[in-house]
């Protein structure tokens, strides 16, 4: 059956229409490689094929059909897919709570000790027919904002039923560590700020405090890591968005159209023009 009242949906400002929404699926060739950076917290559900990931020096994670991985928001990976490979990626920046009787913070030394960077689940139960259900909805354009906080709350219900404390705790890790809580604050605020001195004072750090601990975090000094996510939004904004470049370069601060038109040229090498007559093509 058909989705009804499609045009109600499409206009409405509550229908997702970004590069980047809560539920996504996404398919790549043999072969075929792109970059992951994560903005949110993403579980990344393999139905199919094989993908490896390749994060920082760190040993390369196969995941293989049938299997589940979790990505902390503000990370970059390289990922590579062996096989034709079909994703369905879910989306979040939440507390996580798999319901109100469990918890996970009874967990043992000896599982503690067993955590690395990246933990594998198998797809197990009820998941399939819940993924399967998302690729449907997604097919008839069901793109709305509250349905999927809905879809995302109920899989964290499904971990909870077929994974037990221990599984959950070496998969769910990453978002257990402080490290997590301070990275979603810089990415709740950075756009908000033009210096790295402000978004110190926002994470309640000195400035040497937090040069310290942003770059355990995130890799790189803060103000260079700022300059890249500015760097990256502004192309993607030149190359898929529907706004003009004045408003582009005004919501970036650049204080003439030529400031603007020099940067994107030091920085990608051609003028705003050319890299949306690009992005279209």
Known sequence: METVYVSEHCDCYNYQKGDRPQVETRSGKGGEEWMIRTYDDEIIFVTEGRLHLFYQGQPTVAVPQGHILLIPSGEQVRALAVRGVCMTILRFRMQVNMCERFSLDRISDSVIQQVGKFTLLPIRGGLWPYLDALEVYLRDGIRCTHFFHIKLREAFMLLRAYYSREELFTFLFPLLQDE???????????????????????????????????????GMPAGRWIKQQRTREIFREISHSSKTFKEISGEFGFYSPAHFNTFCKTQFGAPPGDIRRQGRK
């Open 180 to 218: 997590s809580e301070f990275a979603d604050s810089i990415l709740r605020h950075y756009r908000t700020v033009k210096k790295v001195d402000e978004l110190a004072e926002l994470s309640n750090y000195s400035l040497s405090g937090f040069e310290k601990r942003f770059k355990k975090v995130f």
